[in-house]
């Protein structure tokens, strides 16, 4: 089967740094994409990887090990607005595979 | 960057009503647009797949008679909620893939809120 796990829930400090960890198990692997979503929006792209290594953008960073079934979310100099819902994406097999999401808190 | 927009952002209807909501891409062609719907607190559910001339592709545990999908021109795809329960009562997101430099990116509708009574 296709299965993709994150943490439901993580909370950091405003201004500290915070790994939002994914793990995928799927028949194929064309990318993986990380979406921020806060309550009630739609989710807005974030990052996209499909060859090994970290992808670098502004405060964002994302990860990914394809041997591993593996990607993180780094997001640094945490800011009130990170407040959110940020998913986990697979492209397998012409289909977009979703995680549940990791609820993000961040309190001042 | 490309803009999808859905109609309405929110309705409120009674019990036994149909309820239709439109997923537009603003400034690019989709001849493929997706359909989710996402309960309180739970990640997004693919519902189907809009294509653009022909029947929609749906999830299993869809019922394709009650959520009508029609995929008409290659900036439109309406999905119909048939007579809605309150069951259904959720969010309603639609998205349409767009080539990026190396990928094709999701662009989301800003997403519909149906509270059926």
């Known amino acids: 089967g296709q299965n993709i796990d994150q943490p439901t829930e993580m909370t950091a400090t405003e201004g500290a740094i915070v790994q939002i960890n994914c793990t995928y198990q799927?028949?194929?692997?064309?990318?993986l994409f990380w979406y921020q979503q806060h309550a009630g929006e739609a989710p807005t792209f974030l990052s996209y990887n499909v060859l090994d290594g970290l992808e670098e953008k502004g405060r964002f960073s994302s990860f990914l090990s394809r041997s591993k079934g593996y990607s993180y979310l780094l997001l640094k100099e945490l800011q009130m607005k990170d407040s959110a819902s940020y998913l986990c994406?697979?492209?397998?097999?012409?289909?977009?595979?979703w995680g549940a999401g990791t609820k993000l808190i961040i309190k001042p | 960057g490309a803009v999808v927009s859905q109609h309405p952002s929110r309705v409120i209807c009674k019990s036994g009503t149909s309820v239709k909501i439109e997923c537009r891409s603003l400034?690019?062609?989709?001849?493929?647009m997706f359909w989710y719907r996402q309960f309180p607190k739970q990640s997004l559910m693919l519902m189907a797949t809009s294509n653009e001339g022909s029947k929609a592709t749906y999830e299993q545990g869809v019922e394709k008679d009650k959520f009508l999908i029609n995929h008409a021109s290659l900036t439109l795809s309406t999905l119909t909620v048939t007579s809605a329960h309150p069951e259904d009562s959720s969010f309603y997101i639609c998205?349409?893939?767009?080539?990026?430099?190396?990928?094709?990116?999701?662009?989301f509708g800003p997403g519909t809120r149906l509270t059926v009574l």
């Open positions: 998205s349409a893939p767009h080539r990026q430099d190396t990928h094709n990116e999701q662009f």
């Open positions: 400034d690019f062609q989709a001849t493929t």
């Open positions: 799927t028949s194929g692997f064309n990318g």
């Open positions: 994406a697979v492209y397998s097999n012409y289909q977009l595979i």
